[in-house]
C-alpha cells in the first residue's frame, strides 16, 4: 500500500495514459449522476497510450465521508474501452474516479482528472405511486369543511389502492385579501374557502397549519396513521405568500414593488394569481430570504415529513436549488424533492441536475403513439437517464387534458395503464382520476368545472363506476414486477397500427420480464400485429389472468377499451 502511495504522488509529470469518455459522467462532472441505495454502478472509461506496452486501471470509489479510497480492477472490454462496477450501499454522495498505467510495475499511475459524483437516495426516489388529495375535501358530510382526522378515516381506502405516497397540497391557513372565489373568479363570497396556494394569513404563515384542518399534532397523527398503513406523506410547498401574510408586513424588502409602493400579483403565462404575491429572490436581502426559504422546509422535516412537491421551482433562481438541496441533504439525506415544473425541457433538465429527486413531465400531452415513443425514448437514453427520474401524471388540480375531456372513461384507463408502465413512478390526482371527472370550465380549457382548487368538495368514492379496482391491480401488478420499478429497460415494439403501443421492460438481472401493449383509442375496438424478435413466448395477461403461447415473430393483438384497454404480459422465462 506504501508503495502504492508513492507511486500517485508521482504520478503527475509525465503521465502516459489518456483518460478519457468517462460515464457516467453528467455535464463534464458539474453535476452528480443519480441512483439509489444497492445499485450497482458500472463505470466506462476508455484508457490508452503511446506505443504498445498493456494499458492497466482501477477505479477508485468512496462515500464522502469516507476518507480512503476503495479500488475495483478496470476489466478491458475492447478497443481501449474498459469497465469496472461497485455497489453503492449508503445514503448521500458518493465519489468516483479512475487511474490508470502502463506495464504491471505502477512506475507513473495517470489520475483521472476529476473527481466524478453520484447522488445515492433510498427506493421512493425511483420508484412510487402518489395520490394526490384535498383533506378539506374528505368530510363525510357535504358542505363541511375536512379535516386531518377525517384524511385519517379515509387512509384504508387509499392505501387499498396500492399506493405509496400520499400527497397534499398547501396545508397552511389562507388569506382574505384577494381571496378566488369558485371558478376561479376574482371575488370570493363568504363562504368560499381559497385556494390552498394563497398562503399566508393574519400571524400564520408557511409554518403553521390552516385551522379548519386541525392542528400540528393532527398533522403529524396523520403521518403516523398513514405510515402505519405502508404511506408517507407528501407535502406541497409554494415559496409564495398572499397578500395577508405576515412576511409581507415584517420583510416588505423580500418583494419587488412598483412605483406606487404595490406588490405585483404572481403570473405564470397565461396563468395569472390575483391572490399571490411572489417573493423578490434578487432583493438586497437575498441572504435573509433564503435562509428563511430554507427554514421553511426544515420545519415541516422536524414534523415528520419526507417528501416535498415544491410548486414552481422554475419561478426560483438556480442557484438558489443548487444550494438549497445541498444544504438540507447534507443533513437529511432521506428528503425527497419532486419538481413541478411545466415548463422548457433545458429548464426541466437543469432542475434534476441540480438535485431534484423526481421531476414532472409532458406525459399528460403525448398522447400518439410517435410522440410516446419519442419522448420515453428520449427519457430513458442517456444522458437524461442519469439525473432525470420522471415523475408521470395523467391529471392534477391544474390539468385536465384533452383526451381525458373527450376520451371518457376508456380514457382514464388508458392513461393509468401508460403512467404506470412507461414510468417507474407516477401519480394521480383523486378522487377526480378514479371517478373520472372530465368537465372543463370552458371549452378549449385545461381547468375542471368547479374545481376543487376553489371549492370544497363532496366526493362519492363508492361509486359502482370507480375505477378503484383497476388501480389496485395495476399497482399490484408493479410491485410484484420488478421490471416495473425501473424507467431504464424498456424498449419499444413494431405494430402495424398506430392505434397500438407495444413495449417491453425487463429487470438488470433478465429473470422478468414484461411485455405492454395499449389500445390509444378510448372509443373503439383496435387490433394489430405486434412483431417481437422471439420464436415462442409463454404470455400471462396479468390484467385479466389469461395465458398466451405466441410462437413465431408475429403476433395479433386485440384491444377492446371497454373491456380492457391493454395487455400488461409477464412472460414467462
Known amino acids: 500500500m506504501q508503495y502504492q502511495m508513492e507511486k500517485r504522488k508521482r504520478a503527475s509529470l509525465n503521465p502516459r495514459v489518456v483518460i478519457e469518455q468517462v460515464s457516467p459522467e453528467v455535464d463534464g462532472g458539474r453535476f452528480p449522476a443519480k441512483r439509489i441505495v444497492g445499485d450497482t454502478v458500472t463505470v466506462e472509461a476508455d484508457l490508452f497510450a503511446d506505443g504498445h506496452d498493456p494499458v492497466q486501471g482501477v477505479l477508485l470509489h468512496r462515500n464522502e465521508s469516507q476518507s480512503r479510497w476503495t479500488e475495483v480492477p478496470l476489466e478491458p472490454l475492447g478497443n481501449d474501452r474498459f469497465k469496472a462496477s461497485f455497489r453503492v450501499g449508503k445514503l448521500g454522495t458518493t465519489l468516483y474516479t479512475l487511474e490508470g498505467w502502463v506495464g504491471s510495475k505502477r512506475v507513473l499511475v495517470t489520475r483521472y482528472e476529476k473527481e466524478l459524483r453520484i447522488l445515492v437516495d433510498r427506493g421512493l426516489a425511483r420508484f412510487s405511486a402518489w395520490y394526490e388529495v384535498f383533506p378539506r375535501s374528505c368530510s363525510p358530510q357535504p358542505g363541511r369543511h375536512g379535516t386531518f382526522h377525517d384524511l385519517e378515516n379515509r387512509l384504508p381506502a387509499i392505501a387499498s389502492m396500492g399506493f405509496d405516497v400520499l400527497y397534499l397540497p398547501p396545508i397552511h391557513p389562507i388569506a382574505r385579501t384577494k381571496r378566488k372565489g369558485k371558478n376561479n373568479e376574482l371575488t370570493a363570497g363568504p363562504s368560499d374557502p381559497g385556494s390552498p396556494w394563497g398562503i399566508g394569513a393574519d400571524a400564520w404563515g408557511?409554518?403553521?397549519?390552516?385551522?379548519?384542518?386541525?392542528?400540528?399534532?393532527?398533522?403529524?397523527?396523520?403521518?403516523?396513521?398513514?405510515?402505519?398503513?405502508?404511506?408517507?406523506?407528501?407535502?406541497?410547498?409554494?415559496?409564495?405568500?398572499?397578500?395577508?401574510?405576515?412576511?409581507?408586513?415584517?420583510?416588505?424588502?423580500?418583494?419587488?414593488?412598483?412605483?406606487?409602493?404595490?406588490?405585483?400579483?404572481?403570473?405564470?403565462?397565461?396563468?395569472?394569481?390575483?391572490?399571490?404575491?411572489?417573493?423578490?429572490?434578487?432583493?438586497?436581502?437575498?441572504?435573509?430570504?433564503?435562509?428563511?426559504?430554507?427554514?421553511?422546509?426544515?420545519?415541516?422535516?422536524?414534523?415528520?415529513?419526507?417528501?416535498?412537491?415544491?410548486?414552481?421551482?422554475?419561478?426560483?433562481?438556480?442557484?438558489?436549488?443548487?444550494?438549497?438541496?445541498?444544504?438540507?441533504?447534507?443533513?437529511?439525506?432521506?428528503?425527497?424533492?419532486?419538481?413541478?415544473?411545466?415548463?422548457?425541457?433545458?429548464?426541466?433538465?437543469?432542475?434534476?441536475?441540480?438535485?431534484?429527486?423526481?421531476?414532472?413531465?409532458?406525459?399528460?400531452?403525448?398522447?400518439?403513439?410517435?410522440?410516446?415513443?419519442?419522448?420515453?425514448?428520449?427519457?430513458?437514453?442517456?444522458?437524461?437517464?442519469?439525473?432525470?427520474?420522471?415523475?408521470?401524471?395523467?391529471?392534477?388540480?391544474?390539468?385536465?387534458?384533452?383526451?381525458?375531456?373527450?376520451?371518457?372513461p376508456g380514457a382514464f384507463r388508458i392513461r393509468l395503464v401508460l403512467a404506470a408502465t412507461l414510468g417507474a413512478s407516477y401519480g394521480i390526482y383523486g378522487p377526480a382520476f378514479e371517478l373520472c371527472e372530465n368537465k372543463p370550465r370552458e371549452p378549449g380549457s385545461e381547468e375542471y368545472l368547479n374545481s376543487e382548487k376553489y371549492e370544497l368538495k363532496h366526493w362519492d368514492i363508492h361509486r359502482p363506476d370507480s375505477l378503484k379496482e383497476l388501480i389496485a391491480r395495476v399497482n399490484r401488478i408493479r410491485r410484484e414486477n420488478p421490471a416495473l420499478q425501473r424507467d431504464d429497460g424498456l424498449e419499444f415494439h413494431p405494430v402495424d397500427n398506430d392505434q397500438l403501443l407495444c413495449y417491453s421492460k425487463s429487470s438488470p438481472d433478465g429473470t422478468n420480464r414484461l411485455v405492454v401493449v395499449v389500445n390509444l383509442d378510448p372509443r373503439a375496438k383496435q387490433a394489430g400485429t405486434v412483431h417481437l424478435p422471439t420464436e415462442q413466448l409463454e404470455m400471462e395477461d396479468l390484467l385479466s389472468g389469461a395465458s398466451y403461447s405466441w410462437n413465431g415473430a408475429q403476433h395479433y393483438v386485440e384491444l377492446d377499451p371497454a373491456r380492457s384497454p391493454a395487455h400488461i404480459f409477464r412472460v414467462r422465462l
Open 206 to 408: 408557511h409554518k403553521s397549519v390552516h385551522p379548519e384542518l386541525g392542528t400540528l399534532a393532527d398533522f403529524r397523527r396523520l403521518i403516523e396513521s398513514a405510515k402505519e398503513m405502508g404511506l408517507e406523506v407528501a407535502l406541497d410547498i409554494a415559496l409564495q405568500c398572499s397578500p395577508d401574510h405576515p412576511y409581507v408586513r415584517e420583510h416588505p424588502e423580500w418583494f419587488r414593488r412598483r412605483p406606487d409602493g404595490s406588490i405585483q400579483f404572481a403570473e405564470n403565462p397565461p396563468k395569472k394569481y390575483e391572490d399571490i404575491v411572489p417573493f423578490d429572490f434578487e432583493t438586497k436581502e437575498w441572504e435573509s430570504l433564503w435562509a428563511e426559504m430554507k427554514s421553511i422546509f426544515e420545519f415541516w422535516i422536524k414534523q415528520g415529513v419526507r417528501i416535498f412537491r415544491v410548486d414552481n421551482p422554475h419561478t426560483k433562481p438556480f442557484p438558489f436549488w443548487e444550494w438549497l438541496l445541498t444544504e438540507i441533504r447534507a443533513k437529511e439525506p432521506e428528503v425527497l424533492f419532486l419538481s413541478e415544473a411545466f415548463t422548457r425541457p433545458k429548464i426541466m433538465m437543469r432542475l434534476a441536475k441540480l438535485g431534484f429527486t423526481q421531476s414532472y413531465t409532458y406525459f399528460a400531452w403525448r398522447n400518439t403513439k410517435w410522440e410516446l415513443t419519442e419522448y420515453f425514448t428520449e427519457l430513458t437514453k442517456e444522458p437524461a437517464r442519469e439525473f432525470f427520474r420522471p415523475s408521470l401524471w395523467p391529471n392534477t388540480p391544474d390539468i385536465l387534458t384533452a383526451v381525458l375531456q373527450q376520451g371518457g
